[in-house]
């Protein structure tokens, strides 16, 4: 068949409503068998209210909002300045940060056991200065999760800096304006929207975080026992089983979908952002 | 997909120690006639990680048209992978509780024990803190174990409870040196031979393969029954290759490599 | 004097070596992209460093290299204003106005809306920059800079973004706003009609370098080089040899044409000369007159255009060949169209003699 014949606009046509629905498709089962889990398994809205489902969410939340926090305040320079920069290396200093974003995250907890576990290269005269050590602590949980997330909101941040016109802060310091005012008064809120994604993307990684976290932190209940870390731990108890994983699954969704909704609601949209 | 998610699960579980020995061809090859053909997936207990490799690598040796599939894990991991469906043809674990878990769900033909092991403390080499077992208990111990269920875990816990008998308190003072539930038993031994635990409780077969990296602990026997291996087909129509290789498994020559790894005779 | 500006820098391949001064008065740069013109408002706004130089405005020292003095952009108190505009989109009209203004709220707003009454943009206090049209959005950004109060205004190619109808409200409206506030302007364009409707005085750039600074009329008829001529838009430049000279009268030979010219400069006979003349000054004679500096030329090519023709004359004897620029008018009323041969007049006021390069 010729591509210029218009028969091959109508093959297209039907191959994307096809393709499109497949697509679609795949992604609505997998919620949709949870969902039916959920419904069909009586224990699974039993084990929501369970102690043990109580401490993984409240663990993860409140080390995956640190984590974010920690990403801001540690990233956010770091990402404003490869945004304005140009040096020798800069592309290498550009990968060094995505490197954990296309590393598997076990990479990243081998990485980190090595710097910091008890006889990490930081971690051994650490322990013998003061005593104090990282592995199997709720501290520890919040470095896999920094190392693995924080990337998602420098590329972010970094990405949403330099969608900012230069010029507009060069002006801004022609008015008088000090290099602090112009970013917290013109380059922040240009940039706000790609930030807002950043810290979502980081934030939803943070609470996924599983496999560096499994191999650096370990896994207790309370203390470094993630949600992610509690749905394997659940899978592979019998007593449990699937009712257990997919409780805190549901539990999971709820948390992203919340926050997703929330972040919409806030995030401007671009074109009424002038409107404030 | 069912599988794929399974598989990559099981990855996630075994972490440190699985190994994946997956070879290729889908018995295409039927060169003798009435010789073994096929694949079989081969679900083994994170501690038969080694034995299992060579009982797999001689078997295929054996069978030229025959393939093994080795998927490690936690027993318990496994276990519930099976009763989800996951497609094992032979299921070997580490504990006669899991093994019940999978004949309760009618899918396991005659569970048969093959091997026997110990379980022992291990401690980093060059850490002194532990020198008994009565020093798991000892303020300020790090000490890993394996998951409740896992059985490793489980017969830890059996074995420190049954200390905690002619002690009491013990029991008590040891869980709350505990800083951390391991997926299985590879697991507890690398954070032990990275030194991050002081202390952790492995099969001795584990131990073993450590060699210079932990030194062994052993627990007094008042304490501990030995721990007892099932292996069993899977399914109500288990496959002439999984029939034959628990067989092997059974047989003097599997159960030589087996001693060879440190595991005892049933 | 207002501003004094004198700077040298080296900026990766780019050597820039530029200096002049500016008055009350629009001072226009005038050239081609990447000439140093924006080079040159970057360095006194304070957004580059000189290497070295000296850089100040009614007595206050912006930067010096001797004296190690370097100003930070917030306190060099100029305003400037970019082709893009640079107006902050999330902020409002009467903040952008505000932003550069010192003072409590109710002060600093009740100055943006006078100096926003006095553009003509009264009411708008509260629309975002992207409602409004370009020429709005341009006269938001002009009184954005002059909100500080300054008494220079950078303008770096301002109107070149809008049409024509706008551009020529919007210069005669910067010619008012120049004489209302004061203010001494340096204005940036590659324009040459805009260059010569705005400047007083005109700075020609080339290449990091300043070819030329004057009042505009005399930039304009007495390029100093064949480079000058060149960007100013000069059509005929004409090697020739000097071969006659007394006091300030000369004659040159033209391809074998002699010409009569004036000149103050100390050009002595068989120097070899450029000779210069504006298309537009070159008369156009139906009968060949026993006068100096007339060539017989015929029209080899023409080109008509929205206010008058171009025409490229061939010599029909000895002589140059030359391009002549004629209003509609003249060229209707002499009839152009119907005749090709014409005896060419270049007035000896109007010709324009450097020594050559």
Redesign the interface.
């Known amino acids: 068949m010729q591509l210029r014949s218009p028969r091959a606009d109508i093959v297209a046509l039907a191959l994307l409503v096809g393709l499109g629905g497949i697509f679609a498709v795949y992604f609505i089962l997998p919620f949709a068998g949870l969902g039916e889990r959920a419904i069909s398994d009586g224990r699974v809205w039993e084990l929501t209210r369970s102690s043990e489902v109580r401490a993984a969410l409240v663990l993860s939340l409140w080390t995956s909002v640190l984590a974010t926090l920690l990403a801001i305040v540690l990233g956010t320079p770091i990402a404003y300045w490869l945004s304005r920069s140009s040096f020798p290396g800069r592309s290498i200093v550009d990968a060094l940060i995505d490197l954990p974003i296309v590393l598997p995250p ?1 990479v990243a907890g081998v990485a980190l ?1 090595t710097a910091f ?3 990490g290269l930081v971690g051994e005269p650490l322990d013998e200065l003061t005593g104090i050590r990282f ?2 602590t709720s501290t520890a949980v919040v470095m896999a999760q920094l190392l693995v997330a924080a990337p998602f909101y420098v590329r972010a941040a970094r990405a949403g800096f330099t969608s900012v ?1 230069p ?2 802060e ?9 290099r602090v005012e112009t970013f917290v ?2 380059t922040l ?2 940039a706000r929207a790609a930030l807002t994604a950043g810290i979502v993307l980081c934030w939803a990684r943070a609470m996924g975080e ?2 560096a976290t ?2 650096f ?5 309370g203390k ?2 993630t949600m992610p870390l509690a749905i ?2 659940a ?5 449990l ?2 009712s257990g994983a997919v409780s805190l699954s549901i539990i999971l969704l709820v948390v992203a979908a919340v926050v997703l909704v929330f972040f919409r609601a806030v995030t401007p949209d671009d074109r009424g ?4 | 997909m069912m599988r794929l998610r399974r598989h990559s ?1 099981a990855l ?2 075994g ?2 120690s699985v190994a994946v020995v997956s070879c290729g061809d889908d018995g295409s090859s039927d060169a003798n006639e009435g010789a073994l053909a096929g694949n079989v997936v081969v679900s083994a207990a994170s501690s038969l990680t080694d034995a299992f490799t060579e009982l797999a690598e001689t078997f295929e040796g054996i069978h030229e048209g025959v393939s093994i599939e080795l998927n490690f894990g ?1 027993s ?2 496994l ?2 992978q099976i ?2 469906g996951a497609p094992a043809g032979v299921f070997a674990s580490a504990n006669q509780a ?1 093994m019940q ?1 999978v004949a309760d769900a009618g899918l396991a033909n005659d569970p048969r024990v093959f091997a026997q092991n110990r379980i022992v403390v291990v401690t980093p080499a060059d850490n002194e803190t532990v020198q008994t077992f009565a020093d798991i208990a000892a303020d300020g111990v ?1 000490l ?1 174990l394996a ?4 059985p490793v875990g489980d017969y830890a816990r059996q074995a420190i409870a049954a200390a905690d008998a002619a002690e009491p308190g013990f029991e008590e003072a040891a869980l709350a040196n ?6 299985n038993v590879r697991a507890v031994l690398t ?1 032990v031979e ?4 002081d202390a952790g409780v492995v099969y001795e077969t584990d131990a073993a393969i450590s060699g210079d990296a932990v030194r062994v602990i052993p627990i007094p026997s008042e304490y501990v029954s030995p721990a007892v291996y099932p292996i069993a087909t899977v399914g109500e129509d288990p496959s002439e290759v999984a029939r034959a290789f628990v067989a092997y498994v059974l047989s003097p020559e599997g159960q030589a490599i087996l001693a060879k790894y440190g595991f005892s005779a049933p | 004097m207002a501003l004094s500006f004198d700077a040298r820098l080296h900026l990766g391949g780019f050597d820039y070596e530029a200096a002049f001064d500016a008055d009350d008065e629009i001072v226009v740069l005038f050239g081609h992209s990447g000439a140093g013109k924006s080079v040159t408002l970057q360095l006194i ?3 580059l460093r000189p290497d070295t130089g000296r850089i100040a405005n009614d007595g206050r020292v912006f930067f010096d290299s001797a004296s190690s003095t370097n100003l ?9 204003v ?1 082709q ?1 505009l ?1 107006l ?5 009209v009467a903040e952008n106005v505000m ?2 203004m ?1 003072g409590p709220r109710s002060e600093r707003q009740r100055r943006a809306s006078a100096l926003l009454e006095r553009f003509d943009l009264g009411g708008f206090e509260d629309r ?4 409004l049209s370009g020429g709005q959005r341009q006269r938001v950004a002009l009184a ?2 002059l ?2 109060e300054v008494p220079l205004l950078l303008l770096d190619e301002p109107f070149s973004a809008l049409d024509d109808s706008l551009r020529r409200t919007l210069r005669s409206e910067l010619l008012r706003v120049r004489r209302e506030f004061g203010l001494t302007v340096l204005f940036v364009t590659h324009d040459l009609r805009e260059a010569h409707l705005l400047a007083d005085r005109l700075a020609i750039f080339d290449q990091g370098r300043i070819l030329q600074f004057g009042p505009r009329e005399e930039v304009f008829r007495r390029p100093v080089s064949r480079r000058v001529a060149e960007l100013t838009g000069v059509a005929n430049v004409l090697p020739g040899v000097v071969v006659a000279r007394n006091d300030e009268h000369i004659q040159v030979d033209v391809s074998g044409l002699r010409l009569h010219a004036r000149t103050s400069e100390a050009i002595g006979v068989g120097q070899r000369v450029e000779v210069m003349i504006r298309a537009e000054r070159i008369n156009l004679r139906r009968v060949e007159e026993a006068m100096p500096n007339v060539v017989a030329a015929e029209i080899r090519d023409e080109h008509a255009y929205g206010a008058g023709h171009t025409l490229w004359f061939r010599p029909l004897g000895d002589g140059p060949e030359l391009e002549v620029d004629l209003p509609s008018r003249p060229y209707e009323v002499l009839d152009v169209a119907s005749r090709k041969r014409w005896t060419l007049e270049l007035p000896p006021e109007d010709l324009h003699v450097v020594a050559a390069d």
Do not use: C, M, N
């Open positions: 076990t056991l576990g008890t006889r592995t199997f016109d010029q507009l060069r002006v801004a310091y022609t008015l008088g304006a000090s008064r013109i809120p240009q599983l496999g499994l191999i932190a370990g896994s207790l209940e470094t026992r394997v731990d899978f592979e108890r019998t007593s089983g699937l952002s002038a409107w404030r | 699960l996630v579980v972490l440190l936690s318990s991991s276990a519930s009763v989800e899991q878990v790090r890993v998951g409740a269920e896992v505990l800083v951390s539930e391991e997926a954070k990275l030194g991050e635990a | 706004a304070g957004l930070r952009p917030q306190d060099r108190h100029v305003g400037y970019v893009e640079a902050f989109p999330h902020l409002s932003f550069g010192d975002a920059p992207r409602s954005r800079a909100g500080r």
